[in-house]
């Protein structure tokens, strides 16, 4: 059944696909955040007597801030399917899914990668996807 009432921001997650079809989260994930814009046109024609506004095209990213890990994606798998220019399945769920609850998953390109190393701090990196295709909105399926 899924869930219902107010959704906690520390139960999600973006995920990375892996060799073998299973998801990684991003690094110890602190924040993430999907954002959807669309972008218009405008028509202007002697029937409409004025300029009328479609909707032209959608982009959606992903943000990511985690701690920087030595294992699972780390900043350097990052770097290099950065600097190979190759999509990855990105997946924006609850980390835990139970029958019902909605999901996006697509592929995206890695747009952005920082990382901040502070003394006596923890190491913390920031990435930034964008779409390649539209995701898709999914459904859990039933156990």
Not at 31 to 49: A, P, V
Not at 57 to 71: A, C, F, N
Not at 108 to 137: G, H, N, W
Request: aromatic share 8%.
């Amino acid at each position: 059944m899924p869930k219902t009432g107010i959704v906690d921001g520390g139960d999600i997650l973006a995920s990375i696909k892996k060799e073998g079809g299973s998801y990684e989260a991003v690094g110890h994930g602190t924040s993430c955040k999907i954002s959807t814009s669309t972008s218009f046109r405008e028509r202007r024609t002697k029937d409409t007597n004025g300029k009328e506004r479609y909707p032209d095209e959608t982009d959606t990213q992903i943000s990511v801030e985690s701690l920087t890990l030595y294992d699972g994606f780390s900043y350097y798998d990052l770097k290099a399917i950065q600097l190979a220019g190759v999509a990855v399945s990105v997946k924006y769920a609850p980390k835990v899914e139970e029958a019902g609850d909605k999901y996006e998953e697509g592929e995206f390109y890695i747009e952005s990668l920082e990382r901040s190393d502070a003394v006596a701090e923890d190491s913390t990196m920031s990435v930034t996807f964008s779409q390649k295709a539209k995701p898709e909105i999914k459904t859990a399926p039933s156990a």
